[in-house]
């Protein structure tokens, strides 16, 4: 991904990265709202970017929490860093094997059983069939899917899809760990292993990234935190400090729209007239 940021200590390592889409029409996406969408964020008619001068630094035993806005750029980012996106610009360098699990399901084939899936996953991965089969119990025994391990992928739940797509992103000794709001899905009881099962590839010098909406698994199962805000980089630091602002942020964004949707509205029946809205005749007092 670009050139080597000659940085030997770096697990991941990112300087000014930047990734352009083009704007394309849908039906949902007029020509006057595509036009007032790339004006809005400051670029030529057709083209945004999603990420711009985007640059930080990850060691081994580091788990940074990637959080902001929704269309703030975190899920392209790990896209980017699993190498499914390539940058328009900026060098992006990560060193190691990279496990990631940035979708539900992906990468499952619906056809095939669990158990199929974990040895085609292993295929994927480049481990051949004996080293999967000595993956493949702890594999099963994580994801404590019962007896759906041999059923079809298609007729698993969501929740079932995570346990065994986290279970399989975790057993296979990754050097950089990529996780976009997997953990949201699932009991407490399987959350709380899948906790456990972060931290101790912190401790095991393994690199990780997450995104989250959960502020509780920012302050406290990572040691740093980026706010990324319409696809540039906020701040980036303690977690608790990083979480502060963010929050900060949000309840100043919720203030906006709300004095903006008052502004439009009005707050006295006045405001109906204003709308074109019919006004609604005034009732004699009954006697």
């Known amino acids: ?27 949902k ?13 400051g670029e030529k008619a057709g083209q945004f970017w999603a990420l711009r001068d985007v640059s930080f630094r990850l060691v081994h035993g580091e788990s940074l ?11 392209t980012l790990l896209q980017v860093l699993a190498g499914i996106i390539t940058p328009s610009e900026g ?10 699990l940035l979708q539900l399901g992906a990468g499952f ?11 085609l996953a292993g295929a994927f991965i480049g481990f051949d069939r004996k080293e999967m089969n000595e993956r493949i119990d702890p594999i099963i025994e994580f994801a404590d899917i019962g007896q759906f391990i041999d059923a079809p992928i298609k007729t698993y739940s969501s929740g079932m899809r995570a346990r065994l797509g986290f279970s399989i992103a975790t057993s296979v000794d990754p050097d950089v760990l990529l996780l976009d709001e997997v953990l949201a899905t699932g ?3 399987f959350r709380a292993k899948s906790q456990a099962r972060v931290l101790d590839l912190a401790r095991k010098a393994k690199a990780i990234v997450l995104v989250t909406h959960d502020m509780n698994w920012v302050t ?3 040691n740093r935190a980026m706010l990324l805000e319409a696809g540039h980089v906020v701040a980036e630091g303690n977690p608790a400090d990083i979480v502060r602002l963010h929050q900060d ?19 006295d029946t006045g405001a109906a007239t204003g709308l074109g809205l019919p006004r609604m005749p005034t009732m004699p007092n009954q006697r």
């Open 91 to 100: 060098i992006v360098d990560v060193r190691g094997y990279v496990s990631s």
């Open 1 to 27: 991904m670009g050139e080597s940021t000659s940085d030997p200590h770096a697990a991941i390592a990112v300087h000014s990265l930047g990734v352009r889409y083009n704007l394309r029409l849908t039906r």
């Open 109 to 119: 084939d619906e056809e095939l059983t669990g158990r199929e899936n974990i040895l």
């Open 65 to 75: 929490a990637v959080i902001g806005p929704n269309g703030a750029g975190k899920s």
């Open 29 to 41: 996406n007029t020509f006057r709202q595509t036009i007032a969408n790339a004006l809005h964020r």
């Open 249 to 267: 942020h949000s309840i100043a964004e919720r203030e906006r729209k709300a004095a903006a949707a008052a502004g439009l509205l009005g707050t």
């Open 220 to 222: 406290e199962f990572c």
């Open 187 to 189: 009991d407490q009881v």
